[in-house]
């Protein structure tokens, strides 16, 4: 049942028989949920009806909700994926297997001859309603085309009319699982996810101007890289610390994440930012009066990099002072207040030489935008001329081919 302020609390007890790291990775699963909905998985105190997870012989658990100390079963080198800790849970809230659906003959065949005797029970198909939702070839409650499966290379479930269409993935949910939850719980929630290593978004109905009263929230999620995101326009209705209408980015996957960017409105330019992991939560709030265009935004993954916003700090190729690694993209960008302005100085600098520093260099732009002006390439052992910034940002671009490596270099920065 929902409580006041709408949210639906699911009381949670984790077995102590996980270790710190794999609790930390069930609650990041859940973590995610609670982010894109309204079901919040809340610590257990003296509730009698609550979820434990449990270290158990095979992933299962329970469809919907069954009352009092309600298992979920966790495999420790089966299902530790954050979509299959998902998965498991989303049992839990009420949903189905995608392949089990009412529709699924439109768009899977199931393999009957190719599934393992006495597992056939898994491929059943259920009269359920569906929401109103599509098929989701990428939802974590979908098999995988091989699951179950008696033979190597003898798919159980072959998505039709294109068998190649991806399905079974495990990195987390889908926008169609985020919709789901939302509407079975009848969630008043604007969230979705962005979970390819490329991407853009918007404000709802740019360019046309946003609407009152609005909530939404954008979490990029990619495999194993770091996040470089820019905008290309922005523009919110200005307001003392930015109470009227913002934005906000967070440092992870959640609002109680660490701020990357605090509450920004008004005209841009909005800096861009590094997440230094491969997830990135970006709110956009609204109140009920007076709206503006809003803005447009782009994503893309970098190997490594950085945001910076102390007054003075260090920036170093990566596993400086050893050699740097081969084929990297590195963004760091440095953000102070306004009227500000930043200093670098090249402390030690030696990469690879070519000609017009083509395969390895370094990239010093008067601005947070890889399209901002820019001194260099730098590359070989040239001397790097000491840099002062027009305005507040600075990015420092660094890129290394597939051939030499070199010690790299470090430099300092203060504002």
């Not at 199931?110 to 569906?130: D, L, P, R, T, Y």
């Amino acid at each position: 049942p929902k409580s006041q302020d709408g949210l639906v609390k699911v009381p949670v007890n984790i077995s102590s028989d996980f270790s710190i790291t794999e609790r930390s990775w069930i609650a990041d699963a859940l973590q995610e949920i609670s982010t894109l909905t309204c079901v919040q998985f809340v610590n257990r105190t003296t509730e009698t009806d609550y979820v434990y997870i449990e270290r158990g012989q095979s992933c299962w658990s329970y469809f919907g909700k069954i009352g009092g100390r309600q298992a979920v079963g966790l495999v420790k080198n089966g299902c530790m994926d954050k979509g299959a800790i998902q998965h498991e849970m989303n049992h839990a809230l009420g949903f189905i297997h995608e392949q089990a659906r009412s529709d699924r003959d439109r768009f899977v065949k199931i393999m009957w001859e190719h599934i393992v005797a006495g597992e056939q029970g898994n491929f059943g198909k259920m009269n359920s309603k569906n929401l109103g939702l599509p098929y989701d070839y990428s939802s974590v409650m979908h098999y995988g085309a091989y699951d179950f499966s008696r033979s190597p290379g003898k798919p159980t479930i072959v998505p039709v009319p294109d068998p190649s269409t991806p399905i079974g993935q495990r990195e987390g949910l889908s926008n169609l699982d985020v919709a789901k939850i939302n509407k079975l719980y009848k969630c008043n929630c604007c969230s979705s996810v962005l979970p390819k290593p490329k991407g853009s978004f918007s404000s709802v109905n740019y360019p046309s101007p946003y609407p009152n009263n609005s909530n939404c929230l954008w979490l990029i999620r990619i495999r194993r890289s770091k996040i470089f995101l820019q905008f290309e326009a922005f523009d919110l209705q200005g307001s003392l610390d930015c109470s009227s209408d913002y934005i906000k980015i967070y440092n992870g996957n959640s609002k109680s994440s660490p701020v990357l960017l605090d509450k920004y409105c008004g005209k841009g330019p909005l800096p861009s930012l590094v997440a230094s992991g491969s997830t990135m939560l970006v709110e956009f709030a609204s109140d009920d009066s007076i709206t503006a265009t809003g803005f447009r935004a782009s994503y893309n993954r970098v190997n490594c990099g950085a945001t910076f916003r102390d007054s003075k700090g260090v920036i170093t190729s990566p596993n400086y002072p050893n050699k740097y690694p081969k084929n990297r993209a590195c963004f760091w960008v440095i953000t102070s207040p306004a009227g500000y302005k930043i200093s670098l100085k090249m402390l030690s600098f030696e990469l690879e030489y070519s000609d017009r520093c083509i395969y390895d260099y370094l990239l010093i732009h008067d601005g947070s935008r890889p399209t901002s002006l820019a001194v260099g390439p730098y590359c070989g052992t040239e001397k790097v001329a000491d840099f002062t910034s027009t305005g507040n940002f600075v990015l420092v671009e660094f890129h290394s081919d597939l051939a030499w490596e070199l010690p790299g270099f470090v430099m300092s920065y203060t504002f």
